[in-house]
């Protein structure tokens, strides 16, 4: 890394802030001058983007730099570069006598634009780097003016993750398919591909307690639609829609916590795995694991853990074990029992009372 004043051995991240606050300090960036893109911080820093873009919304929150519209991240007022001082006040409502420019975002704004930044906070740092405050520096307004538009943070996720599921649709090509396997595998493969360039889509809701959004219940029309017709009872329909929703989800969850920890901690995964070898091996030596001990020890390299791979394998599994149950058994070989769960009358996809819609019916 280029610079490592100021932070000793702390995350990289702090590392960078510590590094751009040393230059604004000295006055090598001044007031209103721009101050490196999150590519050029990550370039110069030798980190992930993910790691320069929280370096970027940290120093925001310090109030030692501000988004312009238009312009980029620039240093702040000459108030806010002194070390040590308090950090800038968050901007004041813009009124009549308020700059062009600040005029000029408040009047653009609007629901879109405020989830698109969030959204793209949420890709580049997470989830929990989105905040109503981090939004309005991002667009260059004040806070309390995108409050007109979503009321919370709670509703902006939702509104974000709607935004994020909508991306996804299901056209001619997707419709010409033929037999329910090949529309489920279309489905988790595009519900996969959505968390794949959203990591942090698949922390949001669970199974318990789903999100109801309108973009999310077409990947569960389409689930439905693929696995109905077969002589399935409604309940057990509905559990095969929930495990293979699961299953994408419970494997897509992992790739925002790797991002997360890889950003905090500036180690790969591979990384990591290295500086744990000496308590993995103390681990397959001890004795107490024997299997675990064989079946790692028979890994030329060490195994390597693919989730992209891991999701197809997981997804094969479930739709091989799930044949026999949605098509009937082969011939020759009994029948396997169907599940006719008898709940009471009204109780069984009740919307109007206590009922859960489940995954994917949002």
Not at 88 to 110: F, I, R
Not at 254 to 264: N, T
Not at 298 to 320: M, P, T, V
């Amino acid at each position: 890394m280029t610079e490592t004043t100021g932070a000793g051995d702390g995350p990289p991240y702090l590392r960078i802030v510590a590094g751009i606050r040393r230059r604004i300090a000295d006055g090598e960036l001044a007031p209103g001058d721009r101050v490196p893109s999150t590519r050029r911080i990550a370039a110069e820093w030798g980190v992930a983007l993910a790691t320069a873009t929280k370096a970027l919304t940290t120093l925001r929150m310090e109030g030692l730099v501000e988004a312009r519209p238009r312009i980029g991240t620039v240093v702040a007022g000459a108030a806010s570069t002194a070390p040590g001082s308090a950090p800038a006040p968050a901007p004041a409502p813009v009124s009549a006598s308020a700059s062009p420019s600040a005029a000029g975002a408040e009047h653009e704004l609007s629901l879109d634009r405020i989830v698109r930044t969030a959204v793209g906070i949420a890709d580049a740092e997470g989830l929990p780097a989105v905040s109503m405050r981090a939004v309005a520096s991002r667009l260059g307004v004040a806070t309390m003016s995108t409050y007109r538009y979503v009321p919370s943070k709670d509703d902006l996720v939702l509104h974000m993750a709607d935004a994020a599921f909508g991306e996804a649709s299901y056209g001619a090509e997707e419709e010409a398919l033929e037999g329910w396997r090949a529309r489920v595998e279309s489905g988790a493969r595009t519900l996969w591909g959505l968390y794949r360039k959203h990591p942090w889509l698949a922390q949001v809701g669970s199974l318990t307690r789903p999100l109801l959004v309108p973009n999310l219940l077409v990947h569960g029309e389409w689930m439905l639609g693929a696995l109905d017709g077969h002589g399935l009872d409604p309940t057990t329909l509905f559990d095969i829609h929930v495990l293979l929703y699961s299953h994408v989800q419970g494997v897509a969850v992992h790739l925002e916590m790797e991002a997360h920890a890889e950003a905090a901690t500036g180690q790969s995964e591979d990384q990591w795995m290295d500086s744990r070898a000496s308590t993995l091996r103390e681990l397959v030596e001890s004795g107490r694991f024997p299997t675990f001990a064989k079946v790692v020890g028979s890994f030329e390299g060490g195994y390597d853990l693919r989730l992209d791979a891991l999701f197809e394998f997981g997804l094969k599994a479930l739709l091989d074990g799930l044949t026999p149950l949605v098509e009937g058994p082969a011939p020759g070989t009994p029948e396997p029992a169907r599940r006719l769960t008898r709940r009471p009358a009204g109780r069984l996809l009740d919307v109007s009372r206590t009922s859960r819609p489940g995954p994917g019916c949002r």
